[in-house]
């Protein structure tokens, strides 16, 4: 069977030569225009990115390849012995566009546990940080010292040519995966657990089987299970979002792998973008703690006003893009309700009702474009059912997700020489100036 690098050299030539055809063919075909709303709100709408692995259409939701999520939950392969998509397979579709065999993902789980450890001068940095710094910050400090052993940085030294970019900087993606739930959960045993022992990585299990382990988990089957589904599903949600994009712009100066990545991970650790995760806890329980054990429709109706007529935003709904509730969101509950345990909690069914109410609450406050939940609104409350309840832990999940999107952007836009990205900004008045001509 063909490893990953393998399927990629297959993949690679067609693309590059579809992308010759688009240039040579539609370099000055316009397909949508620029308005003063785009350029002051935040190049919202604007169609100005290349991202293969996945495109969001504001109904529908998103596609990997052109699959749903459904779609991938039915065909991307498990771990053995469980029923949920691995990461590791979604990181195939994302990066090839085909569905791995078992074998295929299987195998890119073993170079995964092979690669992960992290190397000492990592650890004892990460040893060295003060338990009160945030775990994002940490998590994107660490990330960013691994790049100490960039196998792109060591090429591009060397002056390997521009055509040959994308193999180096696979093998550093692959290694920023593999290395990213040790990472991840040294920082959650120094914060939370310090006096528990460090769990080696076991060569058998795949890479969340690893990270559950390592988190205190491993004997937790549904946790472990959840922890797939949340971390495939997370890993890419096409280009624009703050994130993946920061990736991409850093990656675009052909800065290494971990140092983009590091910087993704600083945009997602905002409360508009993945931190949410944290802040939907927070606010559900200082809700359940308000309302108590009698939950109805009208005492969280009562409470979101409350939010809202404070001037803060409801954590978990809205969004840049999406006009539908989140098939993301759609799928953390469906795994809900496949379990008794899960619908079984009072914290669970708080954010059910929560996403019973919201939506026409949101729409007769009349500012948000979206009243929806989005994936943020559901993520964090299994976690918290399951023991996990440090929500300041919950964006560095996200975290070891958004990696597979990014990684997989970053080693395309060598594949296809991209360019550094350099979009063109307006002062006010030259763009006042701009509208007189
Ligand atoms: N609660 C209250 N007001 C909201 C709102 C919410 N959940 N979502 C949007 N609004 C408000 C905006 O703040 C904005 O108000 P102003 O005109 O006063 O600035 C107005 O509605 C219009 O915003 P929008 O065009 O609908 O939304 P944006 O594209 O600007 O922002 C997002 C999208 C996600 C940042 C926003 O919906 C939000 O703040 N949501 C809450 C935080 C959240 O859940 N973020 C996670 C998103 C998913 C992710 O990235 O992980």
């Known amino acids: 069977t063909k490893t990953l690098e393998e399927t990629l050299r297959e993949v690679i030539p067609p693309k590059q030569e579809q992308l010759k055809k688009l240039k040579a063919e539609h370099a000055q075909t316009v397909v949508g225009d620029v308005k003063v709303e785009n350029i002051i709100g935040g190049m919202r709408g604007i169609k100005a990115m290349l991202w293969e692995a996945s495109v969001l259409d504001p109904i529908e939701g998103i596609r990997f390849h052109g699959m749903s999520i459904p779609e991938c939950r039915e065909v991307l392969p498990p771990a053995p012995g469980g029923k949920e998509m691995t990461p590791e397979s979604m990181l195939w579709l994302l990066m090839t566009g085909k569905v791995p065999t078992p074998q295929q993902s299987q195998q890119l789980s073993a170079e995964l546990a092979e690669k992960g ?60 995966v593999a290395k990213l739930p040790s990472l991840a959960a040294r920082i959650y045993r120094n914060v939370y657990y310090p006096d528990r022992p460090l769990v080696p990585i076991d060569r058998n299990l795949d890479l969340t089987g690893n990270y559950s382990n390592m988190l205190g988990f491993g004997n937790n089957e549904n946790m472990t299970e959840y922890l797939r589904l949340y971390i495939a599903l997370h890993g890419d949600h096409e280009g624009g979002n703050a994130s993946a994009h920061t990736s991409h712009l850093v990656g675009s100066t052909l800065a290494d792998p971990y140092l983009a990545y590091s910087a993704a991970l600083n945009a997602l650790a905002g409360p508009l973008h993945g931190l949410a995760n944290q802040e939907v806890l927070r606010w559900q329980i200082a809700m359940q703690k308000e309302i108590g054990d009698t939950i109805t429709h009208d005492n969280i109706k009562e409470y979101l006003w409350r939010t809202l007529k404070s001037g803060r935003v409801v954590p978990g709904y809205g969004h840049g893009v999406l006009r539908n509730p989140d098939p993301r969101f759609v799928a953390l509950q469906d795994f809900c309700k496949t379990r008794p345990d899960l619908q079984a909690s009072p914290t669970i069914q708080l954010v059910q009702q929560t996403a019973e109410v919201a939506p026409e609450v949101l729409k007769e406050h009349g500012k948000t474009k979206n009243p929806y939940p989005n994936v943020d609104a559901a993520s964090g409350c299994v976690l918290y059912h399951y023991g996990l309840t440090e929500f300041k832990y919950y964006t560095v999940i996200f975290g070891v997700s958004r990696a597979l999107g990014a990684v997989t952007q970053l080693v395309w836009a060598r594949a296809l020489g991209l360019p550094i990205e350099r979009p063109k900004s307006y002062s006010m008045d030259a763009l006042e100036k701009l509208i007189k001509n």
Request: hydrophobic share 40%.
């Open 117 to 176: 450890e992290l190397p000492s001068f990592v650890e004892k940095l990460v040893d060295s940080f003060p338990k009160t710094l945030h775990p994002m910050t940490q998590l994107s400090m660490g990330v960013a010292a691994l790049n100490h052993d960039s196998a792109f940085q060591a090429a591009y030294e060397r002056g390997v040519k521009k055509t040959e970019y994308w193999a180096p900087t696979l093998e550093d993606c692959i290694n920023l």
